[in-house]
């Protein structure tokens, strides 16, 4: 893609690009808008000049390294039930609501289908494209912003936006552009590398928005002191990750894996934007892992004195290794989700104090229930860090009070657009977030045009 990209004409005559709309950011979002501002300017007929400007030298970048390569591109279900399962805060679902009906998953894919992109959805309800490759999304959106034949300029970082009467005069390094309709689509602040260092949030708050601090989300969690380094690469099935600090405690349900600095895996990825707050509030955060979260402390105690009783001579730690997980409540799999691996239950001994070789017959009471707590509450560390950075999606950005969740449009300045992870929002993994920047991006297109319809 070259640097200037234009497939429309341009108004240059005083060194000044004019054009009717203009999106900043060409990821999902701000592809979406482009492509949604063309189809809506088509169909209504109006003459509309469109631009975009993206830093990178090409569009789409988190997209090609989105879902390990693979793109997870949505989630199968009705608007109601995406809401339900990727977004776990009430303002947030109230204020994607409307965007996830106007332009749903049903429509994304179908946008797909168009350019030959054919999908698969797994058991667990992720969309994927089917060659596996997340390339080849991309390179769809690039299909569409070509057929769009708007002006396109990569490898162009927008510096400042200043509003000038009924203009939008955007400053990059070298080129002033003017618009009457702004679409700001510069995603969040983590993944950095990808072109998102967050100005986006300095251009909205230069405009009179407020920002909500952005903070980690989808991330992994690193522990002051790292796990053994024998447990590293360790996946635990379904368990109940928990984190405390002071007198409050949040919590999760997923898989879990150890790493050389912490913690990763679904369960952990989505209770990191609640540890980065409470780190926030509390300056300090320790996790524990309920390790059957199915059965209670007594349940589990009537198992084991059941297991006492049956066979006596048997080891506890040999019994720990084969005792089934029980898949999560209301689950669909019945199934057991596996059992505790073997390289774990030499530390739960060591924590609960048991010798190695003890069986059951040897095992009193307050033993017992030792065991009991700490295979309910064990201990994985306190927590050092939630690093931003590596997180899949930040959380934070311009609030949503500020934004019109029917159009995109900013409530404080007339005919700015917002839209993407620049928004105060955050998605949980399963194809929510790159659903919801297209969708609010798909609004903010067609918001663009009716505004200046
Ligand atoms: C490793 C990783 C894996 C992920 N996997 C998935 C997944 O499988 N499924 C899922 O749903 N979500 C996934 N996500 C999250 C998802 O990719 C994002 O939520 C989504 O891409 C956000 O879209 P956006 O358009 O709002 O922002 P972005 O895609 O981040 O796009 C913003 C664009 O704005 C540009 N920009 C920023 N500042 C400027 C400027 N000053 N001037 C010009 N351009 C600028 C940036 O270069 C960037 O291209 C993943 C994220 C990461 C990092």
Redesign the pocket.
């Known amino acids: 893609m070259s640097k200037n990209e234009t497939t429309a004409g341009d108004s240059e005559k005083t060194g000044i690009r004019h054009s009717t709309i203009l999106v ?9 808008a482009v492509i949604a501002a063309r189809r809506s300017t088509k169909a209504s007929g109006e003459p509309c000049s469109i631009t975009l ?4 030298p090409r ?5 090609r ?4 390569g ?6 199968r279900g009705t608007p109601a039930e995406l809401l339900e399962l990727g977004f776990l805060r009430r303002n947030e679902k109230r204020f994607l609501r409307h965007a996830l009906y106007s332009f749903s998953n049903t429509d994304l894919l179908a946008l797909l289908r168009s350019k030959g992109i054919e999908t698969e959805e797994r058991a667990d309800g ?1 969309v994927f494209p089917a060659s596996g490759d ?1 390339a080849s999304i991309a390179r769809s959106f690039e299909g569409l912003l070509k057929e769009s034949r708007v002006q396109q300029h990569y490898s ?4 400042s936006v200043v509003r000038n009467g009924e203009l939008f005069v955007v400053t ?1 390094g070298d080129e002033v552009f003017t618009t009457e309709c702004l679409v700001l ?4 602040v ?2 950095s590398k ?7 949030l300095v ?1 909205a708050r230069s405009l009179g928005h407020s920002i909500i601090k952005p903070s980690a989300a ?1 991330a992994p969690l690193y522990t002051i002191k790292s796990p053994p380094a024998s447990l590293s690469g360790l996946a635990l099935r379904s368990i109940s990750l928990v984190a405390a600090a002071g007198c409050r405690s949040v919590e999760r349900r997923g898989d879990l894996l150890f790493t050389h600095r912490g913690f990763s895996g679904p369960a952990a990825l989505s209770l990191s934007r609640d540890v980065a707050e409470l780190m926030g509030e509390c300056g300090n955060c320790t996790l524990f892992a309920n390790l059957f979260p199915e059965q209670s402390f007594v349940e589990l105690e009537a198992e084991f004195l059941q297991q006492a009783r049956r066979n006596g001579a048997q080891m506890v730690r040999k019994f720990l290794q084969v005792c089934p997980i029980a898949p999560p409540n209301g689950s669909i799999q019945v199934a057991p989700h596996g059992t505790l691996p073997s390289a774990l239950v030499p530390f739960i001994m060591r924590h609960a104090g048991l010798e190695n070789d003890l069986n059951w017959g040897g095992l009193p009471r307050e033993k017992r229930q030792l065991l009991i707590s700490v295979l309910k509450r064990f201990p994985l560390g306190s927590v050092r860090e939630v690093p931003i950075d590596q ?3 930040s959380a934070g950005g311009v609030s949503l009070v500020e934004v019109n969740p029917k159009t995109m449009c900013s409530r404080i300045v007339p005919r700015l657009f917002i ?4 928004l105060d929002y955050a ?1 949980e ?9 297209f969708s ?2 798909w609004m903010a297109g067609v918001s663009a045009v009716q505004s200046i319809a």
């Open positions: 900043i950011g060409g990821g999902a979002a701000g592809m979406a400007l993206e830093r990178n569009p789409g970048t988190k997209i390294i989105s879902g390990g693979k793109c997870n591109v949505t989630h992720k997340a162009c970082r927008v510096q990059t689509a510069t995603g969040g983590s993944y990808t072109g998102t260092t967050g100005d986006g251009i989808l997180g899949e999606i839209c993407g992870e620049l998605g993994i399963g194809g929510f977030n790159l659903q919801a920047a609010t991006g």
